[in-house]
């Protein structure tokens, strides 16, 4: 709200017109109000009928801002960059998660005799073979050998599969292999469908930048960054070292050299480089993906000039190396035609460290 007078005392104040209560409507006013210089806001409120008293006026403006905050966190939460932030901050939990529990479930099923391959094999073989994971410990080991298991005590927990599971299991411990087996499968379906769901998301969000670096990588600088905007107001040297905070901070205390790229070593222009032109490639790449970021946030118009450029950067001639291109320098989307150079992001969970002290 403007101030519509000459001076404070002819102000109508910000909530004239609004009835007591009335929080909704107080905090748009405060959202989307404004005053030229300060007055006498409580009198003001309290004279247009909206507070009774100071003391109504504290809690009737309390209610408001609050209510104003409140829904701008929800405007800013329910974005579709910070939607795209939780996804893959989602999907690399998961990744973590299926990782641990797959080893975990590869060294159980090893030793019950059962041959294990990848973490997600060994959990699809031992889900879908109801005999997969079986061991020699059948049912003699529910209430002890030559006991009826209806005849043994129900009470007496000094049997550690008794006490953990059904008395009339034949395998308990079985039973929990396959247990675990089987929720492991499911997450790492559940890390794939929201890997899809990024890959599908990140190019709405971020056409450009996810053209260039690829849906993963893109959600991933989006993420690191906390939104579009912030990333799209950094330089594109703070772009280069994302990811790398913790080699970044070791080099300032002396401790280390300064990493020559972050994150964005998953992108194959850098990683696929030759060791010692791997931090001008990620400078290169890092002013490339900064300028897309740009696009996408003020204009949000798709450029196809920036895949021509990068992909003429890749097919750029290296002083010194003898190989006269970057090893990258060809590959291509598939089914495309277009010529654009693949920008798929590295495997899942990699972050980038602090690079090399010689590039």
Do not use: C
């Amino acid at each position: 709200m403007t101030d519509e007078s000459d001076g404070p005392t002819g102000s109508p104040g910000w909530f004239a017109g609004l009835g007591p209560g009335d929080v909704d409507a107080a905090a748009d006013r405060i959202r989307e109000g404004g005053a030229e210089r300060p007055a006498d806001w409580p009198t003001l409120a309290v004279e247009s009928g909206f507070a009774d008293g100071r003391e109504g006026y504290d809690e009737a403006l309390k209610a408001a801002t609050t209510a104003a905050a409140r829904q701008v966190i929800e405007e800013r939460e329910g974005a579709d960059d910070r939607q795209l932030v939780h996804a893959v901050s989602a999907m690399d939990d998961l990744e973590r998660v299926v990782n641990e529990l797959g080893e975990r479930l590869v060294e159980w099923a090893t030793s019950r005799g059962t041959d294990a391959d990848g973490p997600v094999e060994t959990a699809r073989a031992i889900a879908e073979d109801p005999t997969a994971g079986e061991g020699d410990t059948g049912g003699d080991s529910v209430a002890g050998k030559g006991e009826d298991p209806e005849a043994a005590d129900p009470a007496d927990d000094s049997d550690y599969p008794r006490a953990t599971r059904d008395p009339e299991a034949a395998d308990p411990a079985g039973e929990r292999l396959h247990g675990l087996a089987e929720r492991v499968l499911s997450l790492a379906e559940e890390r794939d469908a929201t890997r899809a769901f990024v890959e599908r998301a990140a190019p709405a969000v971020a056409p450009n930048l996810a053209a260039l670096a690829g849906p993963v990588l893109a959600a991933r600088l989006i993420a690191l960054a906390g939104d579009l905007e912030s990333l799209a107001k950094m330089p594109a040297g703070t772009v280069q070292v994302l990811g790398a905070e913790d080699a970044l901070f070791a080099h300032l205390r002396g401790d280390a050299p300064s990493p020559k790229h972050g994150v964005i070593y998953t992108h194959e222009y850098v990683r696929n480089t030759v060791r010692g032109e791997r931090g001008s490639a990620a400078r290169a790449l890092a002013g490339k993906l900064a300028i897309a970021a740009r696009v996408d946030h003020y204009s949000g118009d798709r450029r196809p000039e920036l895949d021509r450029e990068l992909e003429a950067m890749g097919n750029a001639r290296i002083p010194g190396t003898g190989s006269g291109v970057r090893a990258m320098g060809n590959a291509r989307i598939p089914g495309t035609g277009s010529g654009v150079m693949a920008m798929r992001a590295g495997p899942t969970g990699v972050t980038g460290t602090g690079g090399d002290a010689d590039a």
